[in-house]
C-alpha cells in the first residue's frame, strides 16, 4: 500500500485558500512528512492525521514555503510529549537554524531528534518493508527530490508444487530465501519452479522544485507516480525557466519520458485562482494526470 496526501499545493504565497508545500506519503505501516511549509500542523489536524506515526522527515530545499512550517511543527510534538526519536533529512544549514530558534525559545525536545545532512545523491534510509534515496534537481539553491520505494518481499513458497518435486519441509525456509533444491539425485530444482512472483513493489517519486531538464528523466525512470510542480501554465516557459521552475506541459512531457505510470502536479502559482486549466494543458502531453488537491490521497 503506498498513498500520497497532499497538505499544501501552492507555490510561495498561500492564496485561494491553499497553502505552501506539504505532503504526507504513506508506505504500510509508516508515514513520512515530505516539506513542510507554513500551516502543515494545522492541515495534519484538519484532515486526522496521525502525527505519532510521522518518524521520518525530509525537506527539500531552504526556500520558506517548504519549511518554515517545521520549528512549529517539531515544537508542537515536544509539547504532546512525544517519545519515539524523530529522523530528520534536510539541507545543513537547517540543522543551525533548528538550534538558533529551538536555544532563544529555551526549548528542550522530550524525544531525539537525528539530523541527516542531504550530500549528493543515494539511498537515505533502508529497511526489509521499504527504501527512501534522494535525487538533486535543478532549482535557484541546493534542492533535492524524494523516492520512496516498497522492497519487494521474496518470492511466495508454493507448497503443492514443493511436494510434486519432493523438496523435504526441512528445506523450505531455505526455498523462501532463495535457495535452489538439490536432490539426492544431484537434480536441482530450480527455485522458481517451487515458489510464486511476489507483486511488484510500488514507488512514488516527489520532484520538488524544478525546472524542465530533459536529462533529469533517468532520475524517476519507470517510478509508478511522480509529484512534478508546474508553477505556471505553458504560455509563461520563458518566466518558468528564468525563475527554476516548470510549466504544464513541462512536468507532463518529464512524466511521459520518464515512462511514469501517473503524474500528480502542484506548487500553483498564487497569481492563478482557478485550476482547472493547469491538469487540462497537462493531459494535452500525459493523459494520467491529476491535479495534486488539498486534503486528497491518491493510492497506487
Request: net charge neutral.
Amino acid at each position: 500500500m503506498l498513498g500520497i496526501t497532499i497538505l499544501g499545493n501552492n507555490s510561495a504565497l498561500p492564496a485561494f485558500d491553499r497553502h505552501p508545500t506539504s505532503q504526507v506519503v504513506t508506505l504500510d505501516d509508516q508515514l513520512f512528512l515530505v516539506d513542510c511549509g507554513e500551516g502543515t500542523q494545522i492541515q495534519l489536524s484538519k484532515y486526522k492525521i496521525r502525527w505519532g506515526r510521522i518518524n521520518y522527515i525530509f525537506i527539500s530545499h531552504l526556500h520558506g514555503d517548504h519549511y518554515f512550517g517545521l520549528p512549529g511543527f517539531i515544537h508542537t510534538m515536544g509539547l504532546l510529549n512525544r517519545e519515539n526519536d524523530l529522523h530528520l533529512f534536510a539541507p545543513a544549514p537547517l540543522r543551525e537554524i533548528l538550534d538558533l530558534q529551538f536555544k532563544a525559545a529555551g526549548s528542550t525536545l522530550p524525544f531525539k531528534l537525528h539530523f541527516y545532512e542531504l550530500h549528493g545523491e543515494g539511498e537515505l534510509v533502508k529497511t526489509d518493508k521499504f527504501k527512501v534515496s534522494c535525487f538533486t534537481t535543478r532549482h535557484r539553491i541546493p534542492c533535492w527530490g524524494f523516492k520512496f520505494e516498497q522492497v519487494k518481499a521474496p518470492r511466495k513458497l508454493n507448497i503443492e508444487k514443493a511436494r510434486i518435486h519432493n523438496v523435504p519441509a526441512l528445506f523450505f525456509d531455505r526455498l523462501k530465501a532463495g535457495e535452489d533444491f538439490v536432490n539426492a539425485a544431484g537434480t536441482t530444482i530450480p527455485n522458481k519452479l517451487v515458489t510464486d512472483a511476489t507483486p511488484k513493489s510500488k514507488s512514488y517519486a516527489y520532484c520538488a522544485d524544478n525546472v524542465f531538464d530533459e536529462d533529469f528523466a533517468a532520475k524517476i525512470f519507470g517510478v509508478d507516480i511522480i509529484y512534478h510542480e508546474t508553477t505556471y501554465l505553458k504560455d509563461l516557459a520563458e518566466r518558468a525557466t528564468a525563475r527554476f521552475h516548470a510549466t504544464t506541459h513541462q512536468a507532463a512531457l518529464m512524466a511521459k519520458k520518464a515512462n511514469v505510470k501517473r503524474l500528480l502536479i502542484g506548487h500553483f502559482s498564487s497569481k492563478y485562482d482557478k485550476l482547472d486549466i493547469f491538469e487540462q494543458e497537462a493531459r494535452e502531453v500525459f493523459a494520467a494526470t491529476d491535479l495534486a488537491l488539498e486534503g486528497a490521497t491518491y493510492w497506487i
